[in-house]
């Protein structure tokens, strides 16, 4: 199965520490809508951290709001997640989820695999 969007950009930090993921659509995508980041955590919840439109409306979850900060490049096809201030408890496997049409496809939601970020207290 083709991958259609590919996050990048996870690692380990310290708390306090900051990191920026990316996360690109393929380029037979097109007309996307809604851009997504959620989170699964050890326990494996999986939460939403933040959306954003194609117009650039924004909206977080409580957990990471005035710390994390989504934007996108349509020009890209990409979207971004700013992490500051990271906290132990941000530690969690952060997915893509954009919503898009493939080629001739029909329009659906594609998820990327997943980048895993750590933090350190």
């Known amino acids: 199965q083709v991958q259609l969007v590919e996050e990048s950009g996870g690692g380990l930090v310290r708390a306090g520490g900051s990191l920026r993921l990316s996360c690109a659509a393929s380029?037979?995508?097109?007309?996307?809508?809604?851009m997504a980041w959620y989170r699964q955590t050890p326990e494996n919840q999986r939460e939403l951290v933040a959306t954003?439109?194609?117009?650039?409306?924004?909206n977080y979850g409580d957990s990471v709001k005035g710390r994390f900060t989504i934007s996108r490049d349509n020009a890209k096809n990409t979207v971004y997640l700013q992490m500051n201030n990271l906290k132990p408890e941000d530690t969690a496997v952060y997915y893509c989820?954009?919503?898009?049409?493939?080629?001739?496809?029909?329009?659906?939601?594609?998820w990327g695999q997943g980048t895993q970020v750590t933090v350190s207290s």
């Open positions: 989820k954009i919503n898009g049409i493939s080629g001739f496809g029909p329009r659906r939601d594609s």
């Open positions: 954003v439109t194609r117009n650039g409306n924004a």
């Open positions: 380029k037979t995508m097109h007309s996307l809508n809604d």
